[in-house]
């Protein structure tokens, strides 16, 4: 029988299946009771258990991997680890999308050095990797000889980013920083440090799951896929929790809400204090948690007196009786109340005193440390390796161009040694950058200043897996292979139940990538530094890890987590609370702040408005995406691959806009946005405009992200330093909507 | 008698997509094909909306018109009344597409027309299917509707629940807890 399907069809069912009756060939063919279950074969030949590097969470996955007809071994399929604490077995879309990085045509192959190109300019030579390390090797300790080594810095994003930590600390560097901090949630773990003396950390330990209600501002989950937290967020939706949601948008969270507060943007410390005043003058509040483990209660009610919501209302644009209802209905589920700690929260630079606010308003209703508030996590300890000390570190990073900026930050600041590395804003400048996985153009707000920094410096590496703007602007680019195909340290992080985590390769590297481990080993080796990397490989130090910490490294390995004991996290299950702040007590009046110049309590100062004409430009996520990473993600774009603006629709229709209309985004500062479409709606205020971060990617070689959809970086010119810790306020940009000829 | 369905959360639902992606990937689906897809409709005007997110796949019909219009017998009822496509019998003649009043299928580029097949590879080993599987809110369920203690009798004897286009008379198999 040659004929082949399609062609035996032709023929004509009719004919040739008279002429075959009973052949045998045919009616095996044909007959109806021969309809096997169609199996599409992705199981895979063996499962590798690692976690995920899609976005920071970090969760538990399954790899199954095949060989394919060519004898290569493929990560077919990756499923959520049901033994893995963050992931339960399940999986957000990115989780699955690890195959389109790890399958990107536009992976970064081989080693590149800029050499008669200038900086900035994208074009590169690829040479072999002893010539790339040499290079770097040599420059590196060009900067630390004729600088010192505090004049290096190390940007690093990811957790593979390790490595090159301990690398720079063995050089004697202490400028480690990551936009995740001062761009991202560092003024919300200054604001509840200040408050219950413990940020908040990540993964952000909540008990949403048990929290009767949850209010969510700014924060939108379900559209931000921190696989745990929408776990959990769906389990109290499903147990009838009551969700608030204060957003000028309406985003999915809100359809879930029974109280959707569409704020005007800027005004949420209003709510806040207008939310305290209720509380406070309806006696609502948790006394006996308040008397026994708070300070400042008179103050934060004195200071709350003429805060009424009838005060709040023509501010924030939010019915009093809302604001009283939201209240009562919060104080009448506490303590099983969680005011989600939510995480980017550099928006206004008045950041700190909101993210306090919130950790106020959850001690009134006493859910720290309570079942369905905060949990208080413990880790399971890991011991360090190797015990080689390093040598000469200085005290301080040097990330403030005047020395007593910032007082209260509590970690390093990407955007201050950006600063400091600009010519002539302080008294030394960093000049040599190592960038790890984070694409600096896109994570620092004014990409200008960026620039300007990067062209003054001496030398600066980048290691990422795709060719992303930063790497265009770099003297070297190393490509690293992706989470699949590299085994990293091992994870251990605070949450519901303590483990830890190993990363594993599941594949080996494609083209001539290599694992951060491998290269930051290579770089030591060339700078008299292989005491710090006595290991042979990743694999060795973590079983070396594991063993040291009594951890059963079979286990690990093939389980890809090991649980330890689980221990209380909440008063409840008879947790003692303690509180590591000056007092030693919750601080709703906060004297470090007072004697600093800071209101010891947080107040409400009004935020600059849009100019008449334009918008205030408000960021997301997709479910699909993280940020710019995932852009040039082909197989995760196949449900969303470019981003539209959100314009309230009477708006647009006022403007002589129509759904689908393709715009341009023009800021205060004439910075033009790639057209995009605009998205007339109604589940957006009128006096702000929204975009999912992450789109317009101006880096050639990211063939599929290239000039896709509006940047929000690059219209982030603008942006509010929060005087308290310096995160970088980037909510703070205008926007006019032009229409494309 | 063993009847697979399909329950869908829509109050859990946020319409991330895992289901899609997983679907894509365990069943190897081409760049544009898609077995599943999410679906959001919101109402109200600015600040009183409210929003409604379902998963949609194909429903698995009792009486199911793409089983009836295939001229191959292609389409066929299968295994727990799963309807699948039997790819070597498919013309690509796509009959069954204009008779689905779901859209649940599409021409795959080899030819034939694919859709949902309720994993039934999984599902016939009691695995649940690939979108059930992985999603994050629990928004999905699956099991036998003839079975009094599966999950999904027991989710529809005690939710309220619609499916869609009720009146083709197509009897829908995937409901919608709402």
Same mark, same amino acid.
């Given at each position: ?26 009616? +095996? *063919? ?25 976005? &920071? ?33 399940? /999986? ?59 004049? /290096? ?42 408050? &219950? ?18 209010? /969510? ?135 700190? +005193? ?89 994570? /620092? ?58 990363? +594993? ?6 083209? +001539? ?21 006595? *290991? ?206 | ?24 990937? @365990? ?28 998963? @949609? ?18 389409? %066929?009822?299968? @295994?727990?009344?799963?309807? !699948?496509?039997? %790819? ?12 689905? #009043? ?24 009691? !695995? ?9 809110? @629990?928004? !999905? ?19 309220? %629940?619609?499916?869609?286009? #009720? ?12």
């Amino acid at each position: 029988m040659s004929l082949s399907r399609r062609e035996f069809i032709k023929i004509g069912a009719g004919a040739t299946a008279a002429v075959g009756l009973g052949s045998g060939l045919v009616t +095996q *063919w044909w007959g109806l009771d021969n309809n096997p279950i169609p199996n599409p074969n992705t199981e895979g030949d063996r499962i590798v258990p690692t976690f995920c590097e899609l976005c &920071f969470w970090k969760c538990g996955v399954l790899a199954h991997v095949k060989k394919g007809p060519d004898g290569q071994e493929r990560v077919v399929k990756i499923t959520g680890n049901p033994d893995h604490p963050l992931s339960r077995g399940k /999986l957000c879309p990115r989780g699955t999308g690890g195959t389109g990085l790890l399958y990107d045509p536009d992976r970064l192959k081989q080693p590149l050095v800029r050499t008669k190109s200038k900086r900035g300019e994208d074009i590169f030579e690829a040479v072999s990797w002893e010539t790339a390390l040499d290079e770097v090797a040599a420059k590196l300790m060009k900067v630390k000889e004729e600088h010192g080594p505090e004049a /290096l810095a190390l940007f690093s994003h990811g957790f593979g980013g390790s490595w090159f930590k301990h690398l720079l600390k063995a050089m004697g560097s202490k400028n480690i920083a990551a936009p995740s901090y001062a761009q991202c949630r560092g003024p919300r773990e200054v604001g509840y440090w200040l408050t &219950f003396g413990s940020g908040i950390g990540s993964p952000e330990a909540v008990d949403a799951e048990h929290a009767r209600c949850i209010v /969510l501002m700014g924060s939108h989950l379900g559209e931000n896929m921190h696989n745990t937290h929408v776990q959990d967020f769906s389990r109290a939706i499903d147990r009838g929790a009551d969700i608030i949601v204060v957003d000028p948008r309406y985003s999915t969270a809100a359809s879930k809400a029974r109280h959707w507060l569409p704020i005007k943007p800027g005004t949420d410390i209003a709510l806040l204090l207008a939310w305290m005043h209720v509380i406070i003058t309806e006696k609502r509040y948790d006394a006996d948690y308040i008397q026994k483990h708070a300070i400042g209660f008179d103050e934060l009610k004195k200071h709350v007196e003429a805060k009424t919501p009838e005060w709040a209302y023509p501010i924030t644009g939010i019915r009093p009786e809302k604001i009283r209802e939201t209240a009562r209905l919060m104080a009448g589920a506490a303590p099983a109340t969680l005011i989600h700690p939510g995480r980017r929260s550099t928006w206004y630079g008045d950041d700190t +005193q909101r993210e306090r606010g919130k950790a106020i308003l959850a001690a009134l209703l006493g859910s720290w440390g309570r079942e369905g508030g905060y949990l208080i996590p413990s880790k399971m300890s890991v011991q360090p390796y190797p015990d080689q000390p390093y040598a000469q570190t200085p005290k301080a990073a040097l990330d403030r161009v005047k020395e007593g900026l910032y007082p209260l930050a509590d970690e390093t600041l990407a955007s201050g040694l950006c600063d400091i590395s600009v010519p002539g804003e302080a008294a030394m400048n960093l000049k040599g950058w190592i960038v790890y996985g984070t694409n600096l153009i896109q994570s /620092l707000p004014d990409y200008r200043k960026t620039v300007k920094a990067i062209q003054a410096l001496d030398f600066i590496v980048t290691v990422d897996v795709l060719p992303a703007e930063i790497c265009g602007w770099s003297d070297v680019v190393l490509p690293e292979s992706t989470y699949l195909e590299r085994t990293d340290d091992l994870w251990n992080p605070g949450y519901r139940e303590p483990f830890v985590a190993m990363r +594993q390769q599941a594949v080996e590297p494609l083209y +001539q990538s290599k694992p951060g481990w491998w290269m930051a080993k290579e770089l030591a080796n060339r700078m008299g530094l292989a005491a710090y990397f006595p *290991w042979k490989d990743s694999l060795e130090y973590v079983r070396e890890r594991a063993t040291r910490s009594g951890l059963d490294f079979d286990t690990l390995q093939a389980k890809g987590v090991v649980k330890g004991a689980v221990v209380p996290t909440t008063e409840e299950q008879g947790l003692t609370l303690s509180f590591d702040t000056e007092s030693g007590k919750i601080e709703l009046y906060n004297q470090t702040l007072k004697n600093l110049g800071f209101d010891p309590i947080p107040d409400y100062y009004p935020v600059e408005e849009p100019p008449a004409g334009s918008f205030r430009l408000i960021t997301g996520r997709a479910p699909m995406h993280t940020f710019g990473r995932t852009t040039n993600n082909r197989f995760l774009s196949e449900c969303y691959d470019e981003n539209e603006v959100w314009v309230n629709a009477d708006v647009a229709k006022g403007l002589g806009f129509k759904n689908g209309d393709r715009v341009i985004l023009v800021n205060q500062d004439e910075v033009r946005s790639e057209p995009i479409s605009l998205r007339a709606t109604q589940r957006v205020r009128g006096d702000a405009v929204y975009i999912v971060h992450g789109y317009g990617h101006t880096a050639e070689g990211l063939k599929f992200a290239y000039k896709r959809g509006a940047s929000d970086s690059l219209l982030t010119t603008n942006y509010k330093v929060d005087p308290i810790m310096g995160g970088t306020g980037m909510n703070v940009n205008f926007v006019r909507i032009e229409g494309v000829a | 008698m063993t009847r697979y369905a399909m329950t869908m959360d829509t109050r859990r639902c946020v319409g991330c997509n895992a289901c899609v992606y997983a679907c894509k990937q @365990e069943n190897d689906l081409p760049v544009g094909g898609f077995r599943d897809w999410i679906t959001t409709t919101t109402r109200g005007v600015f600040p009183d909306l409210s929003s409604e997110i379902r998963s @949609e796949r194909c429903n698995h019909c009792d009486n199911a018109p793409c089983v009836y219009a295939c001229p191959t017998g292609a389409s %066929h009822f299968n @295994e727990g009344g799963v309807v !699948l496509v039997n %790819h070597d019998k498919c013309t690509g003649c796509k009959a069954c597409i204009a008779a689905c #009043p779901y859209d649940a299928r599409y021409v795959h580029p080899d030819g034939f027309v694919d859709k949902c097949t309720f994993c039934l590879h999984r599902s016939s080993k009691g !695995l649940d299917p690939a979108c059930v599987s992985i999603c994050p809110t @629990e928004s !999905l369920a699956f099991g036998d509707l003839s079975d009094k203690r599966s999950v999904v009798r027991r989710l529809l004897d005690a939710r309220n %629940h619609k499916t869609l286009r #009720p009146e083709t008379g197509a009897g829908p198999n995937v409901y919608f807890l709402t």
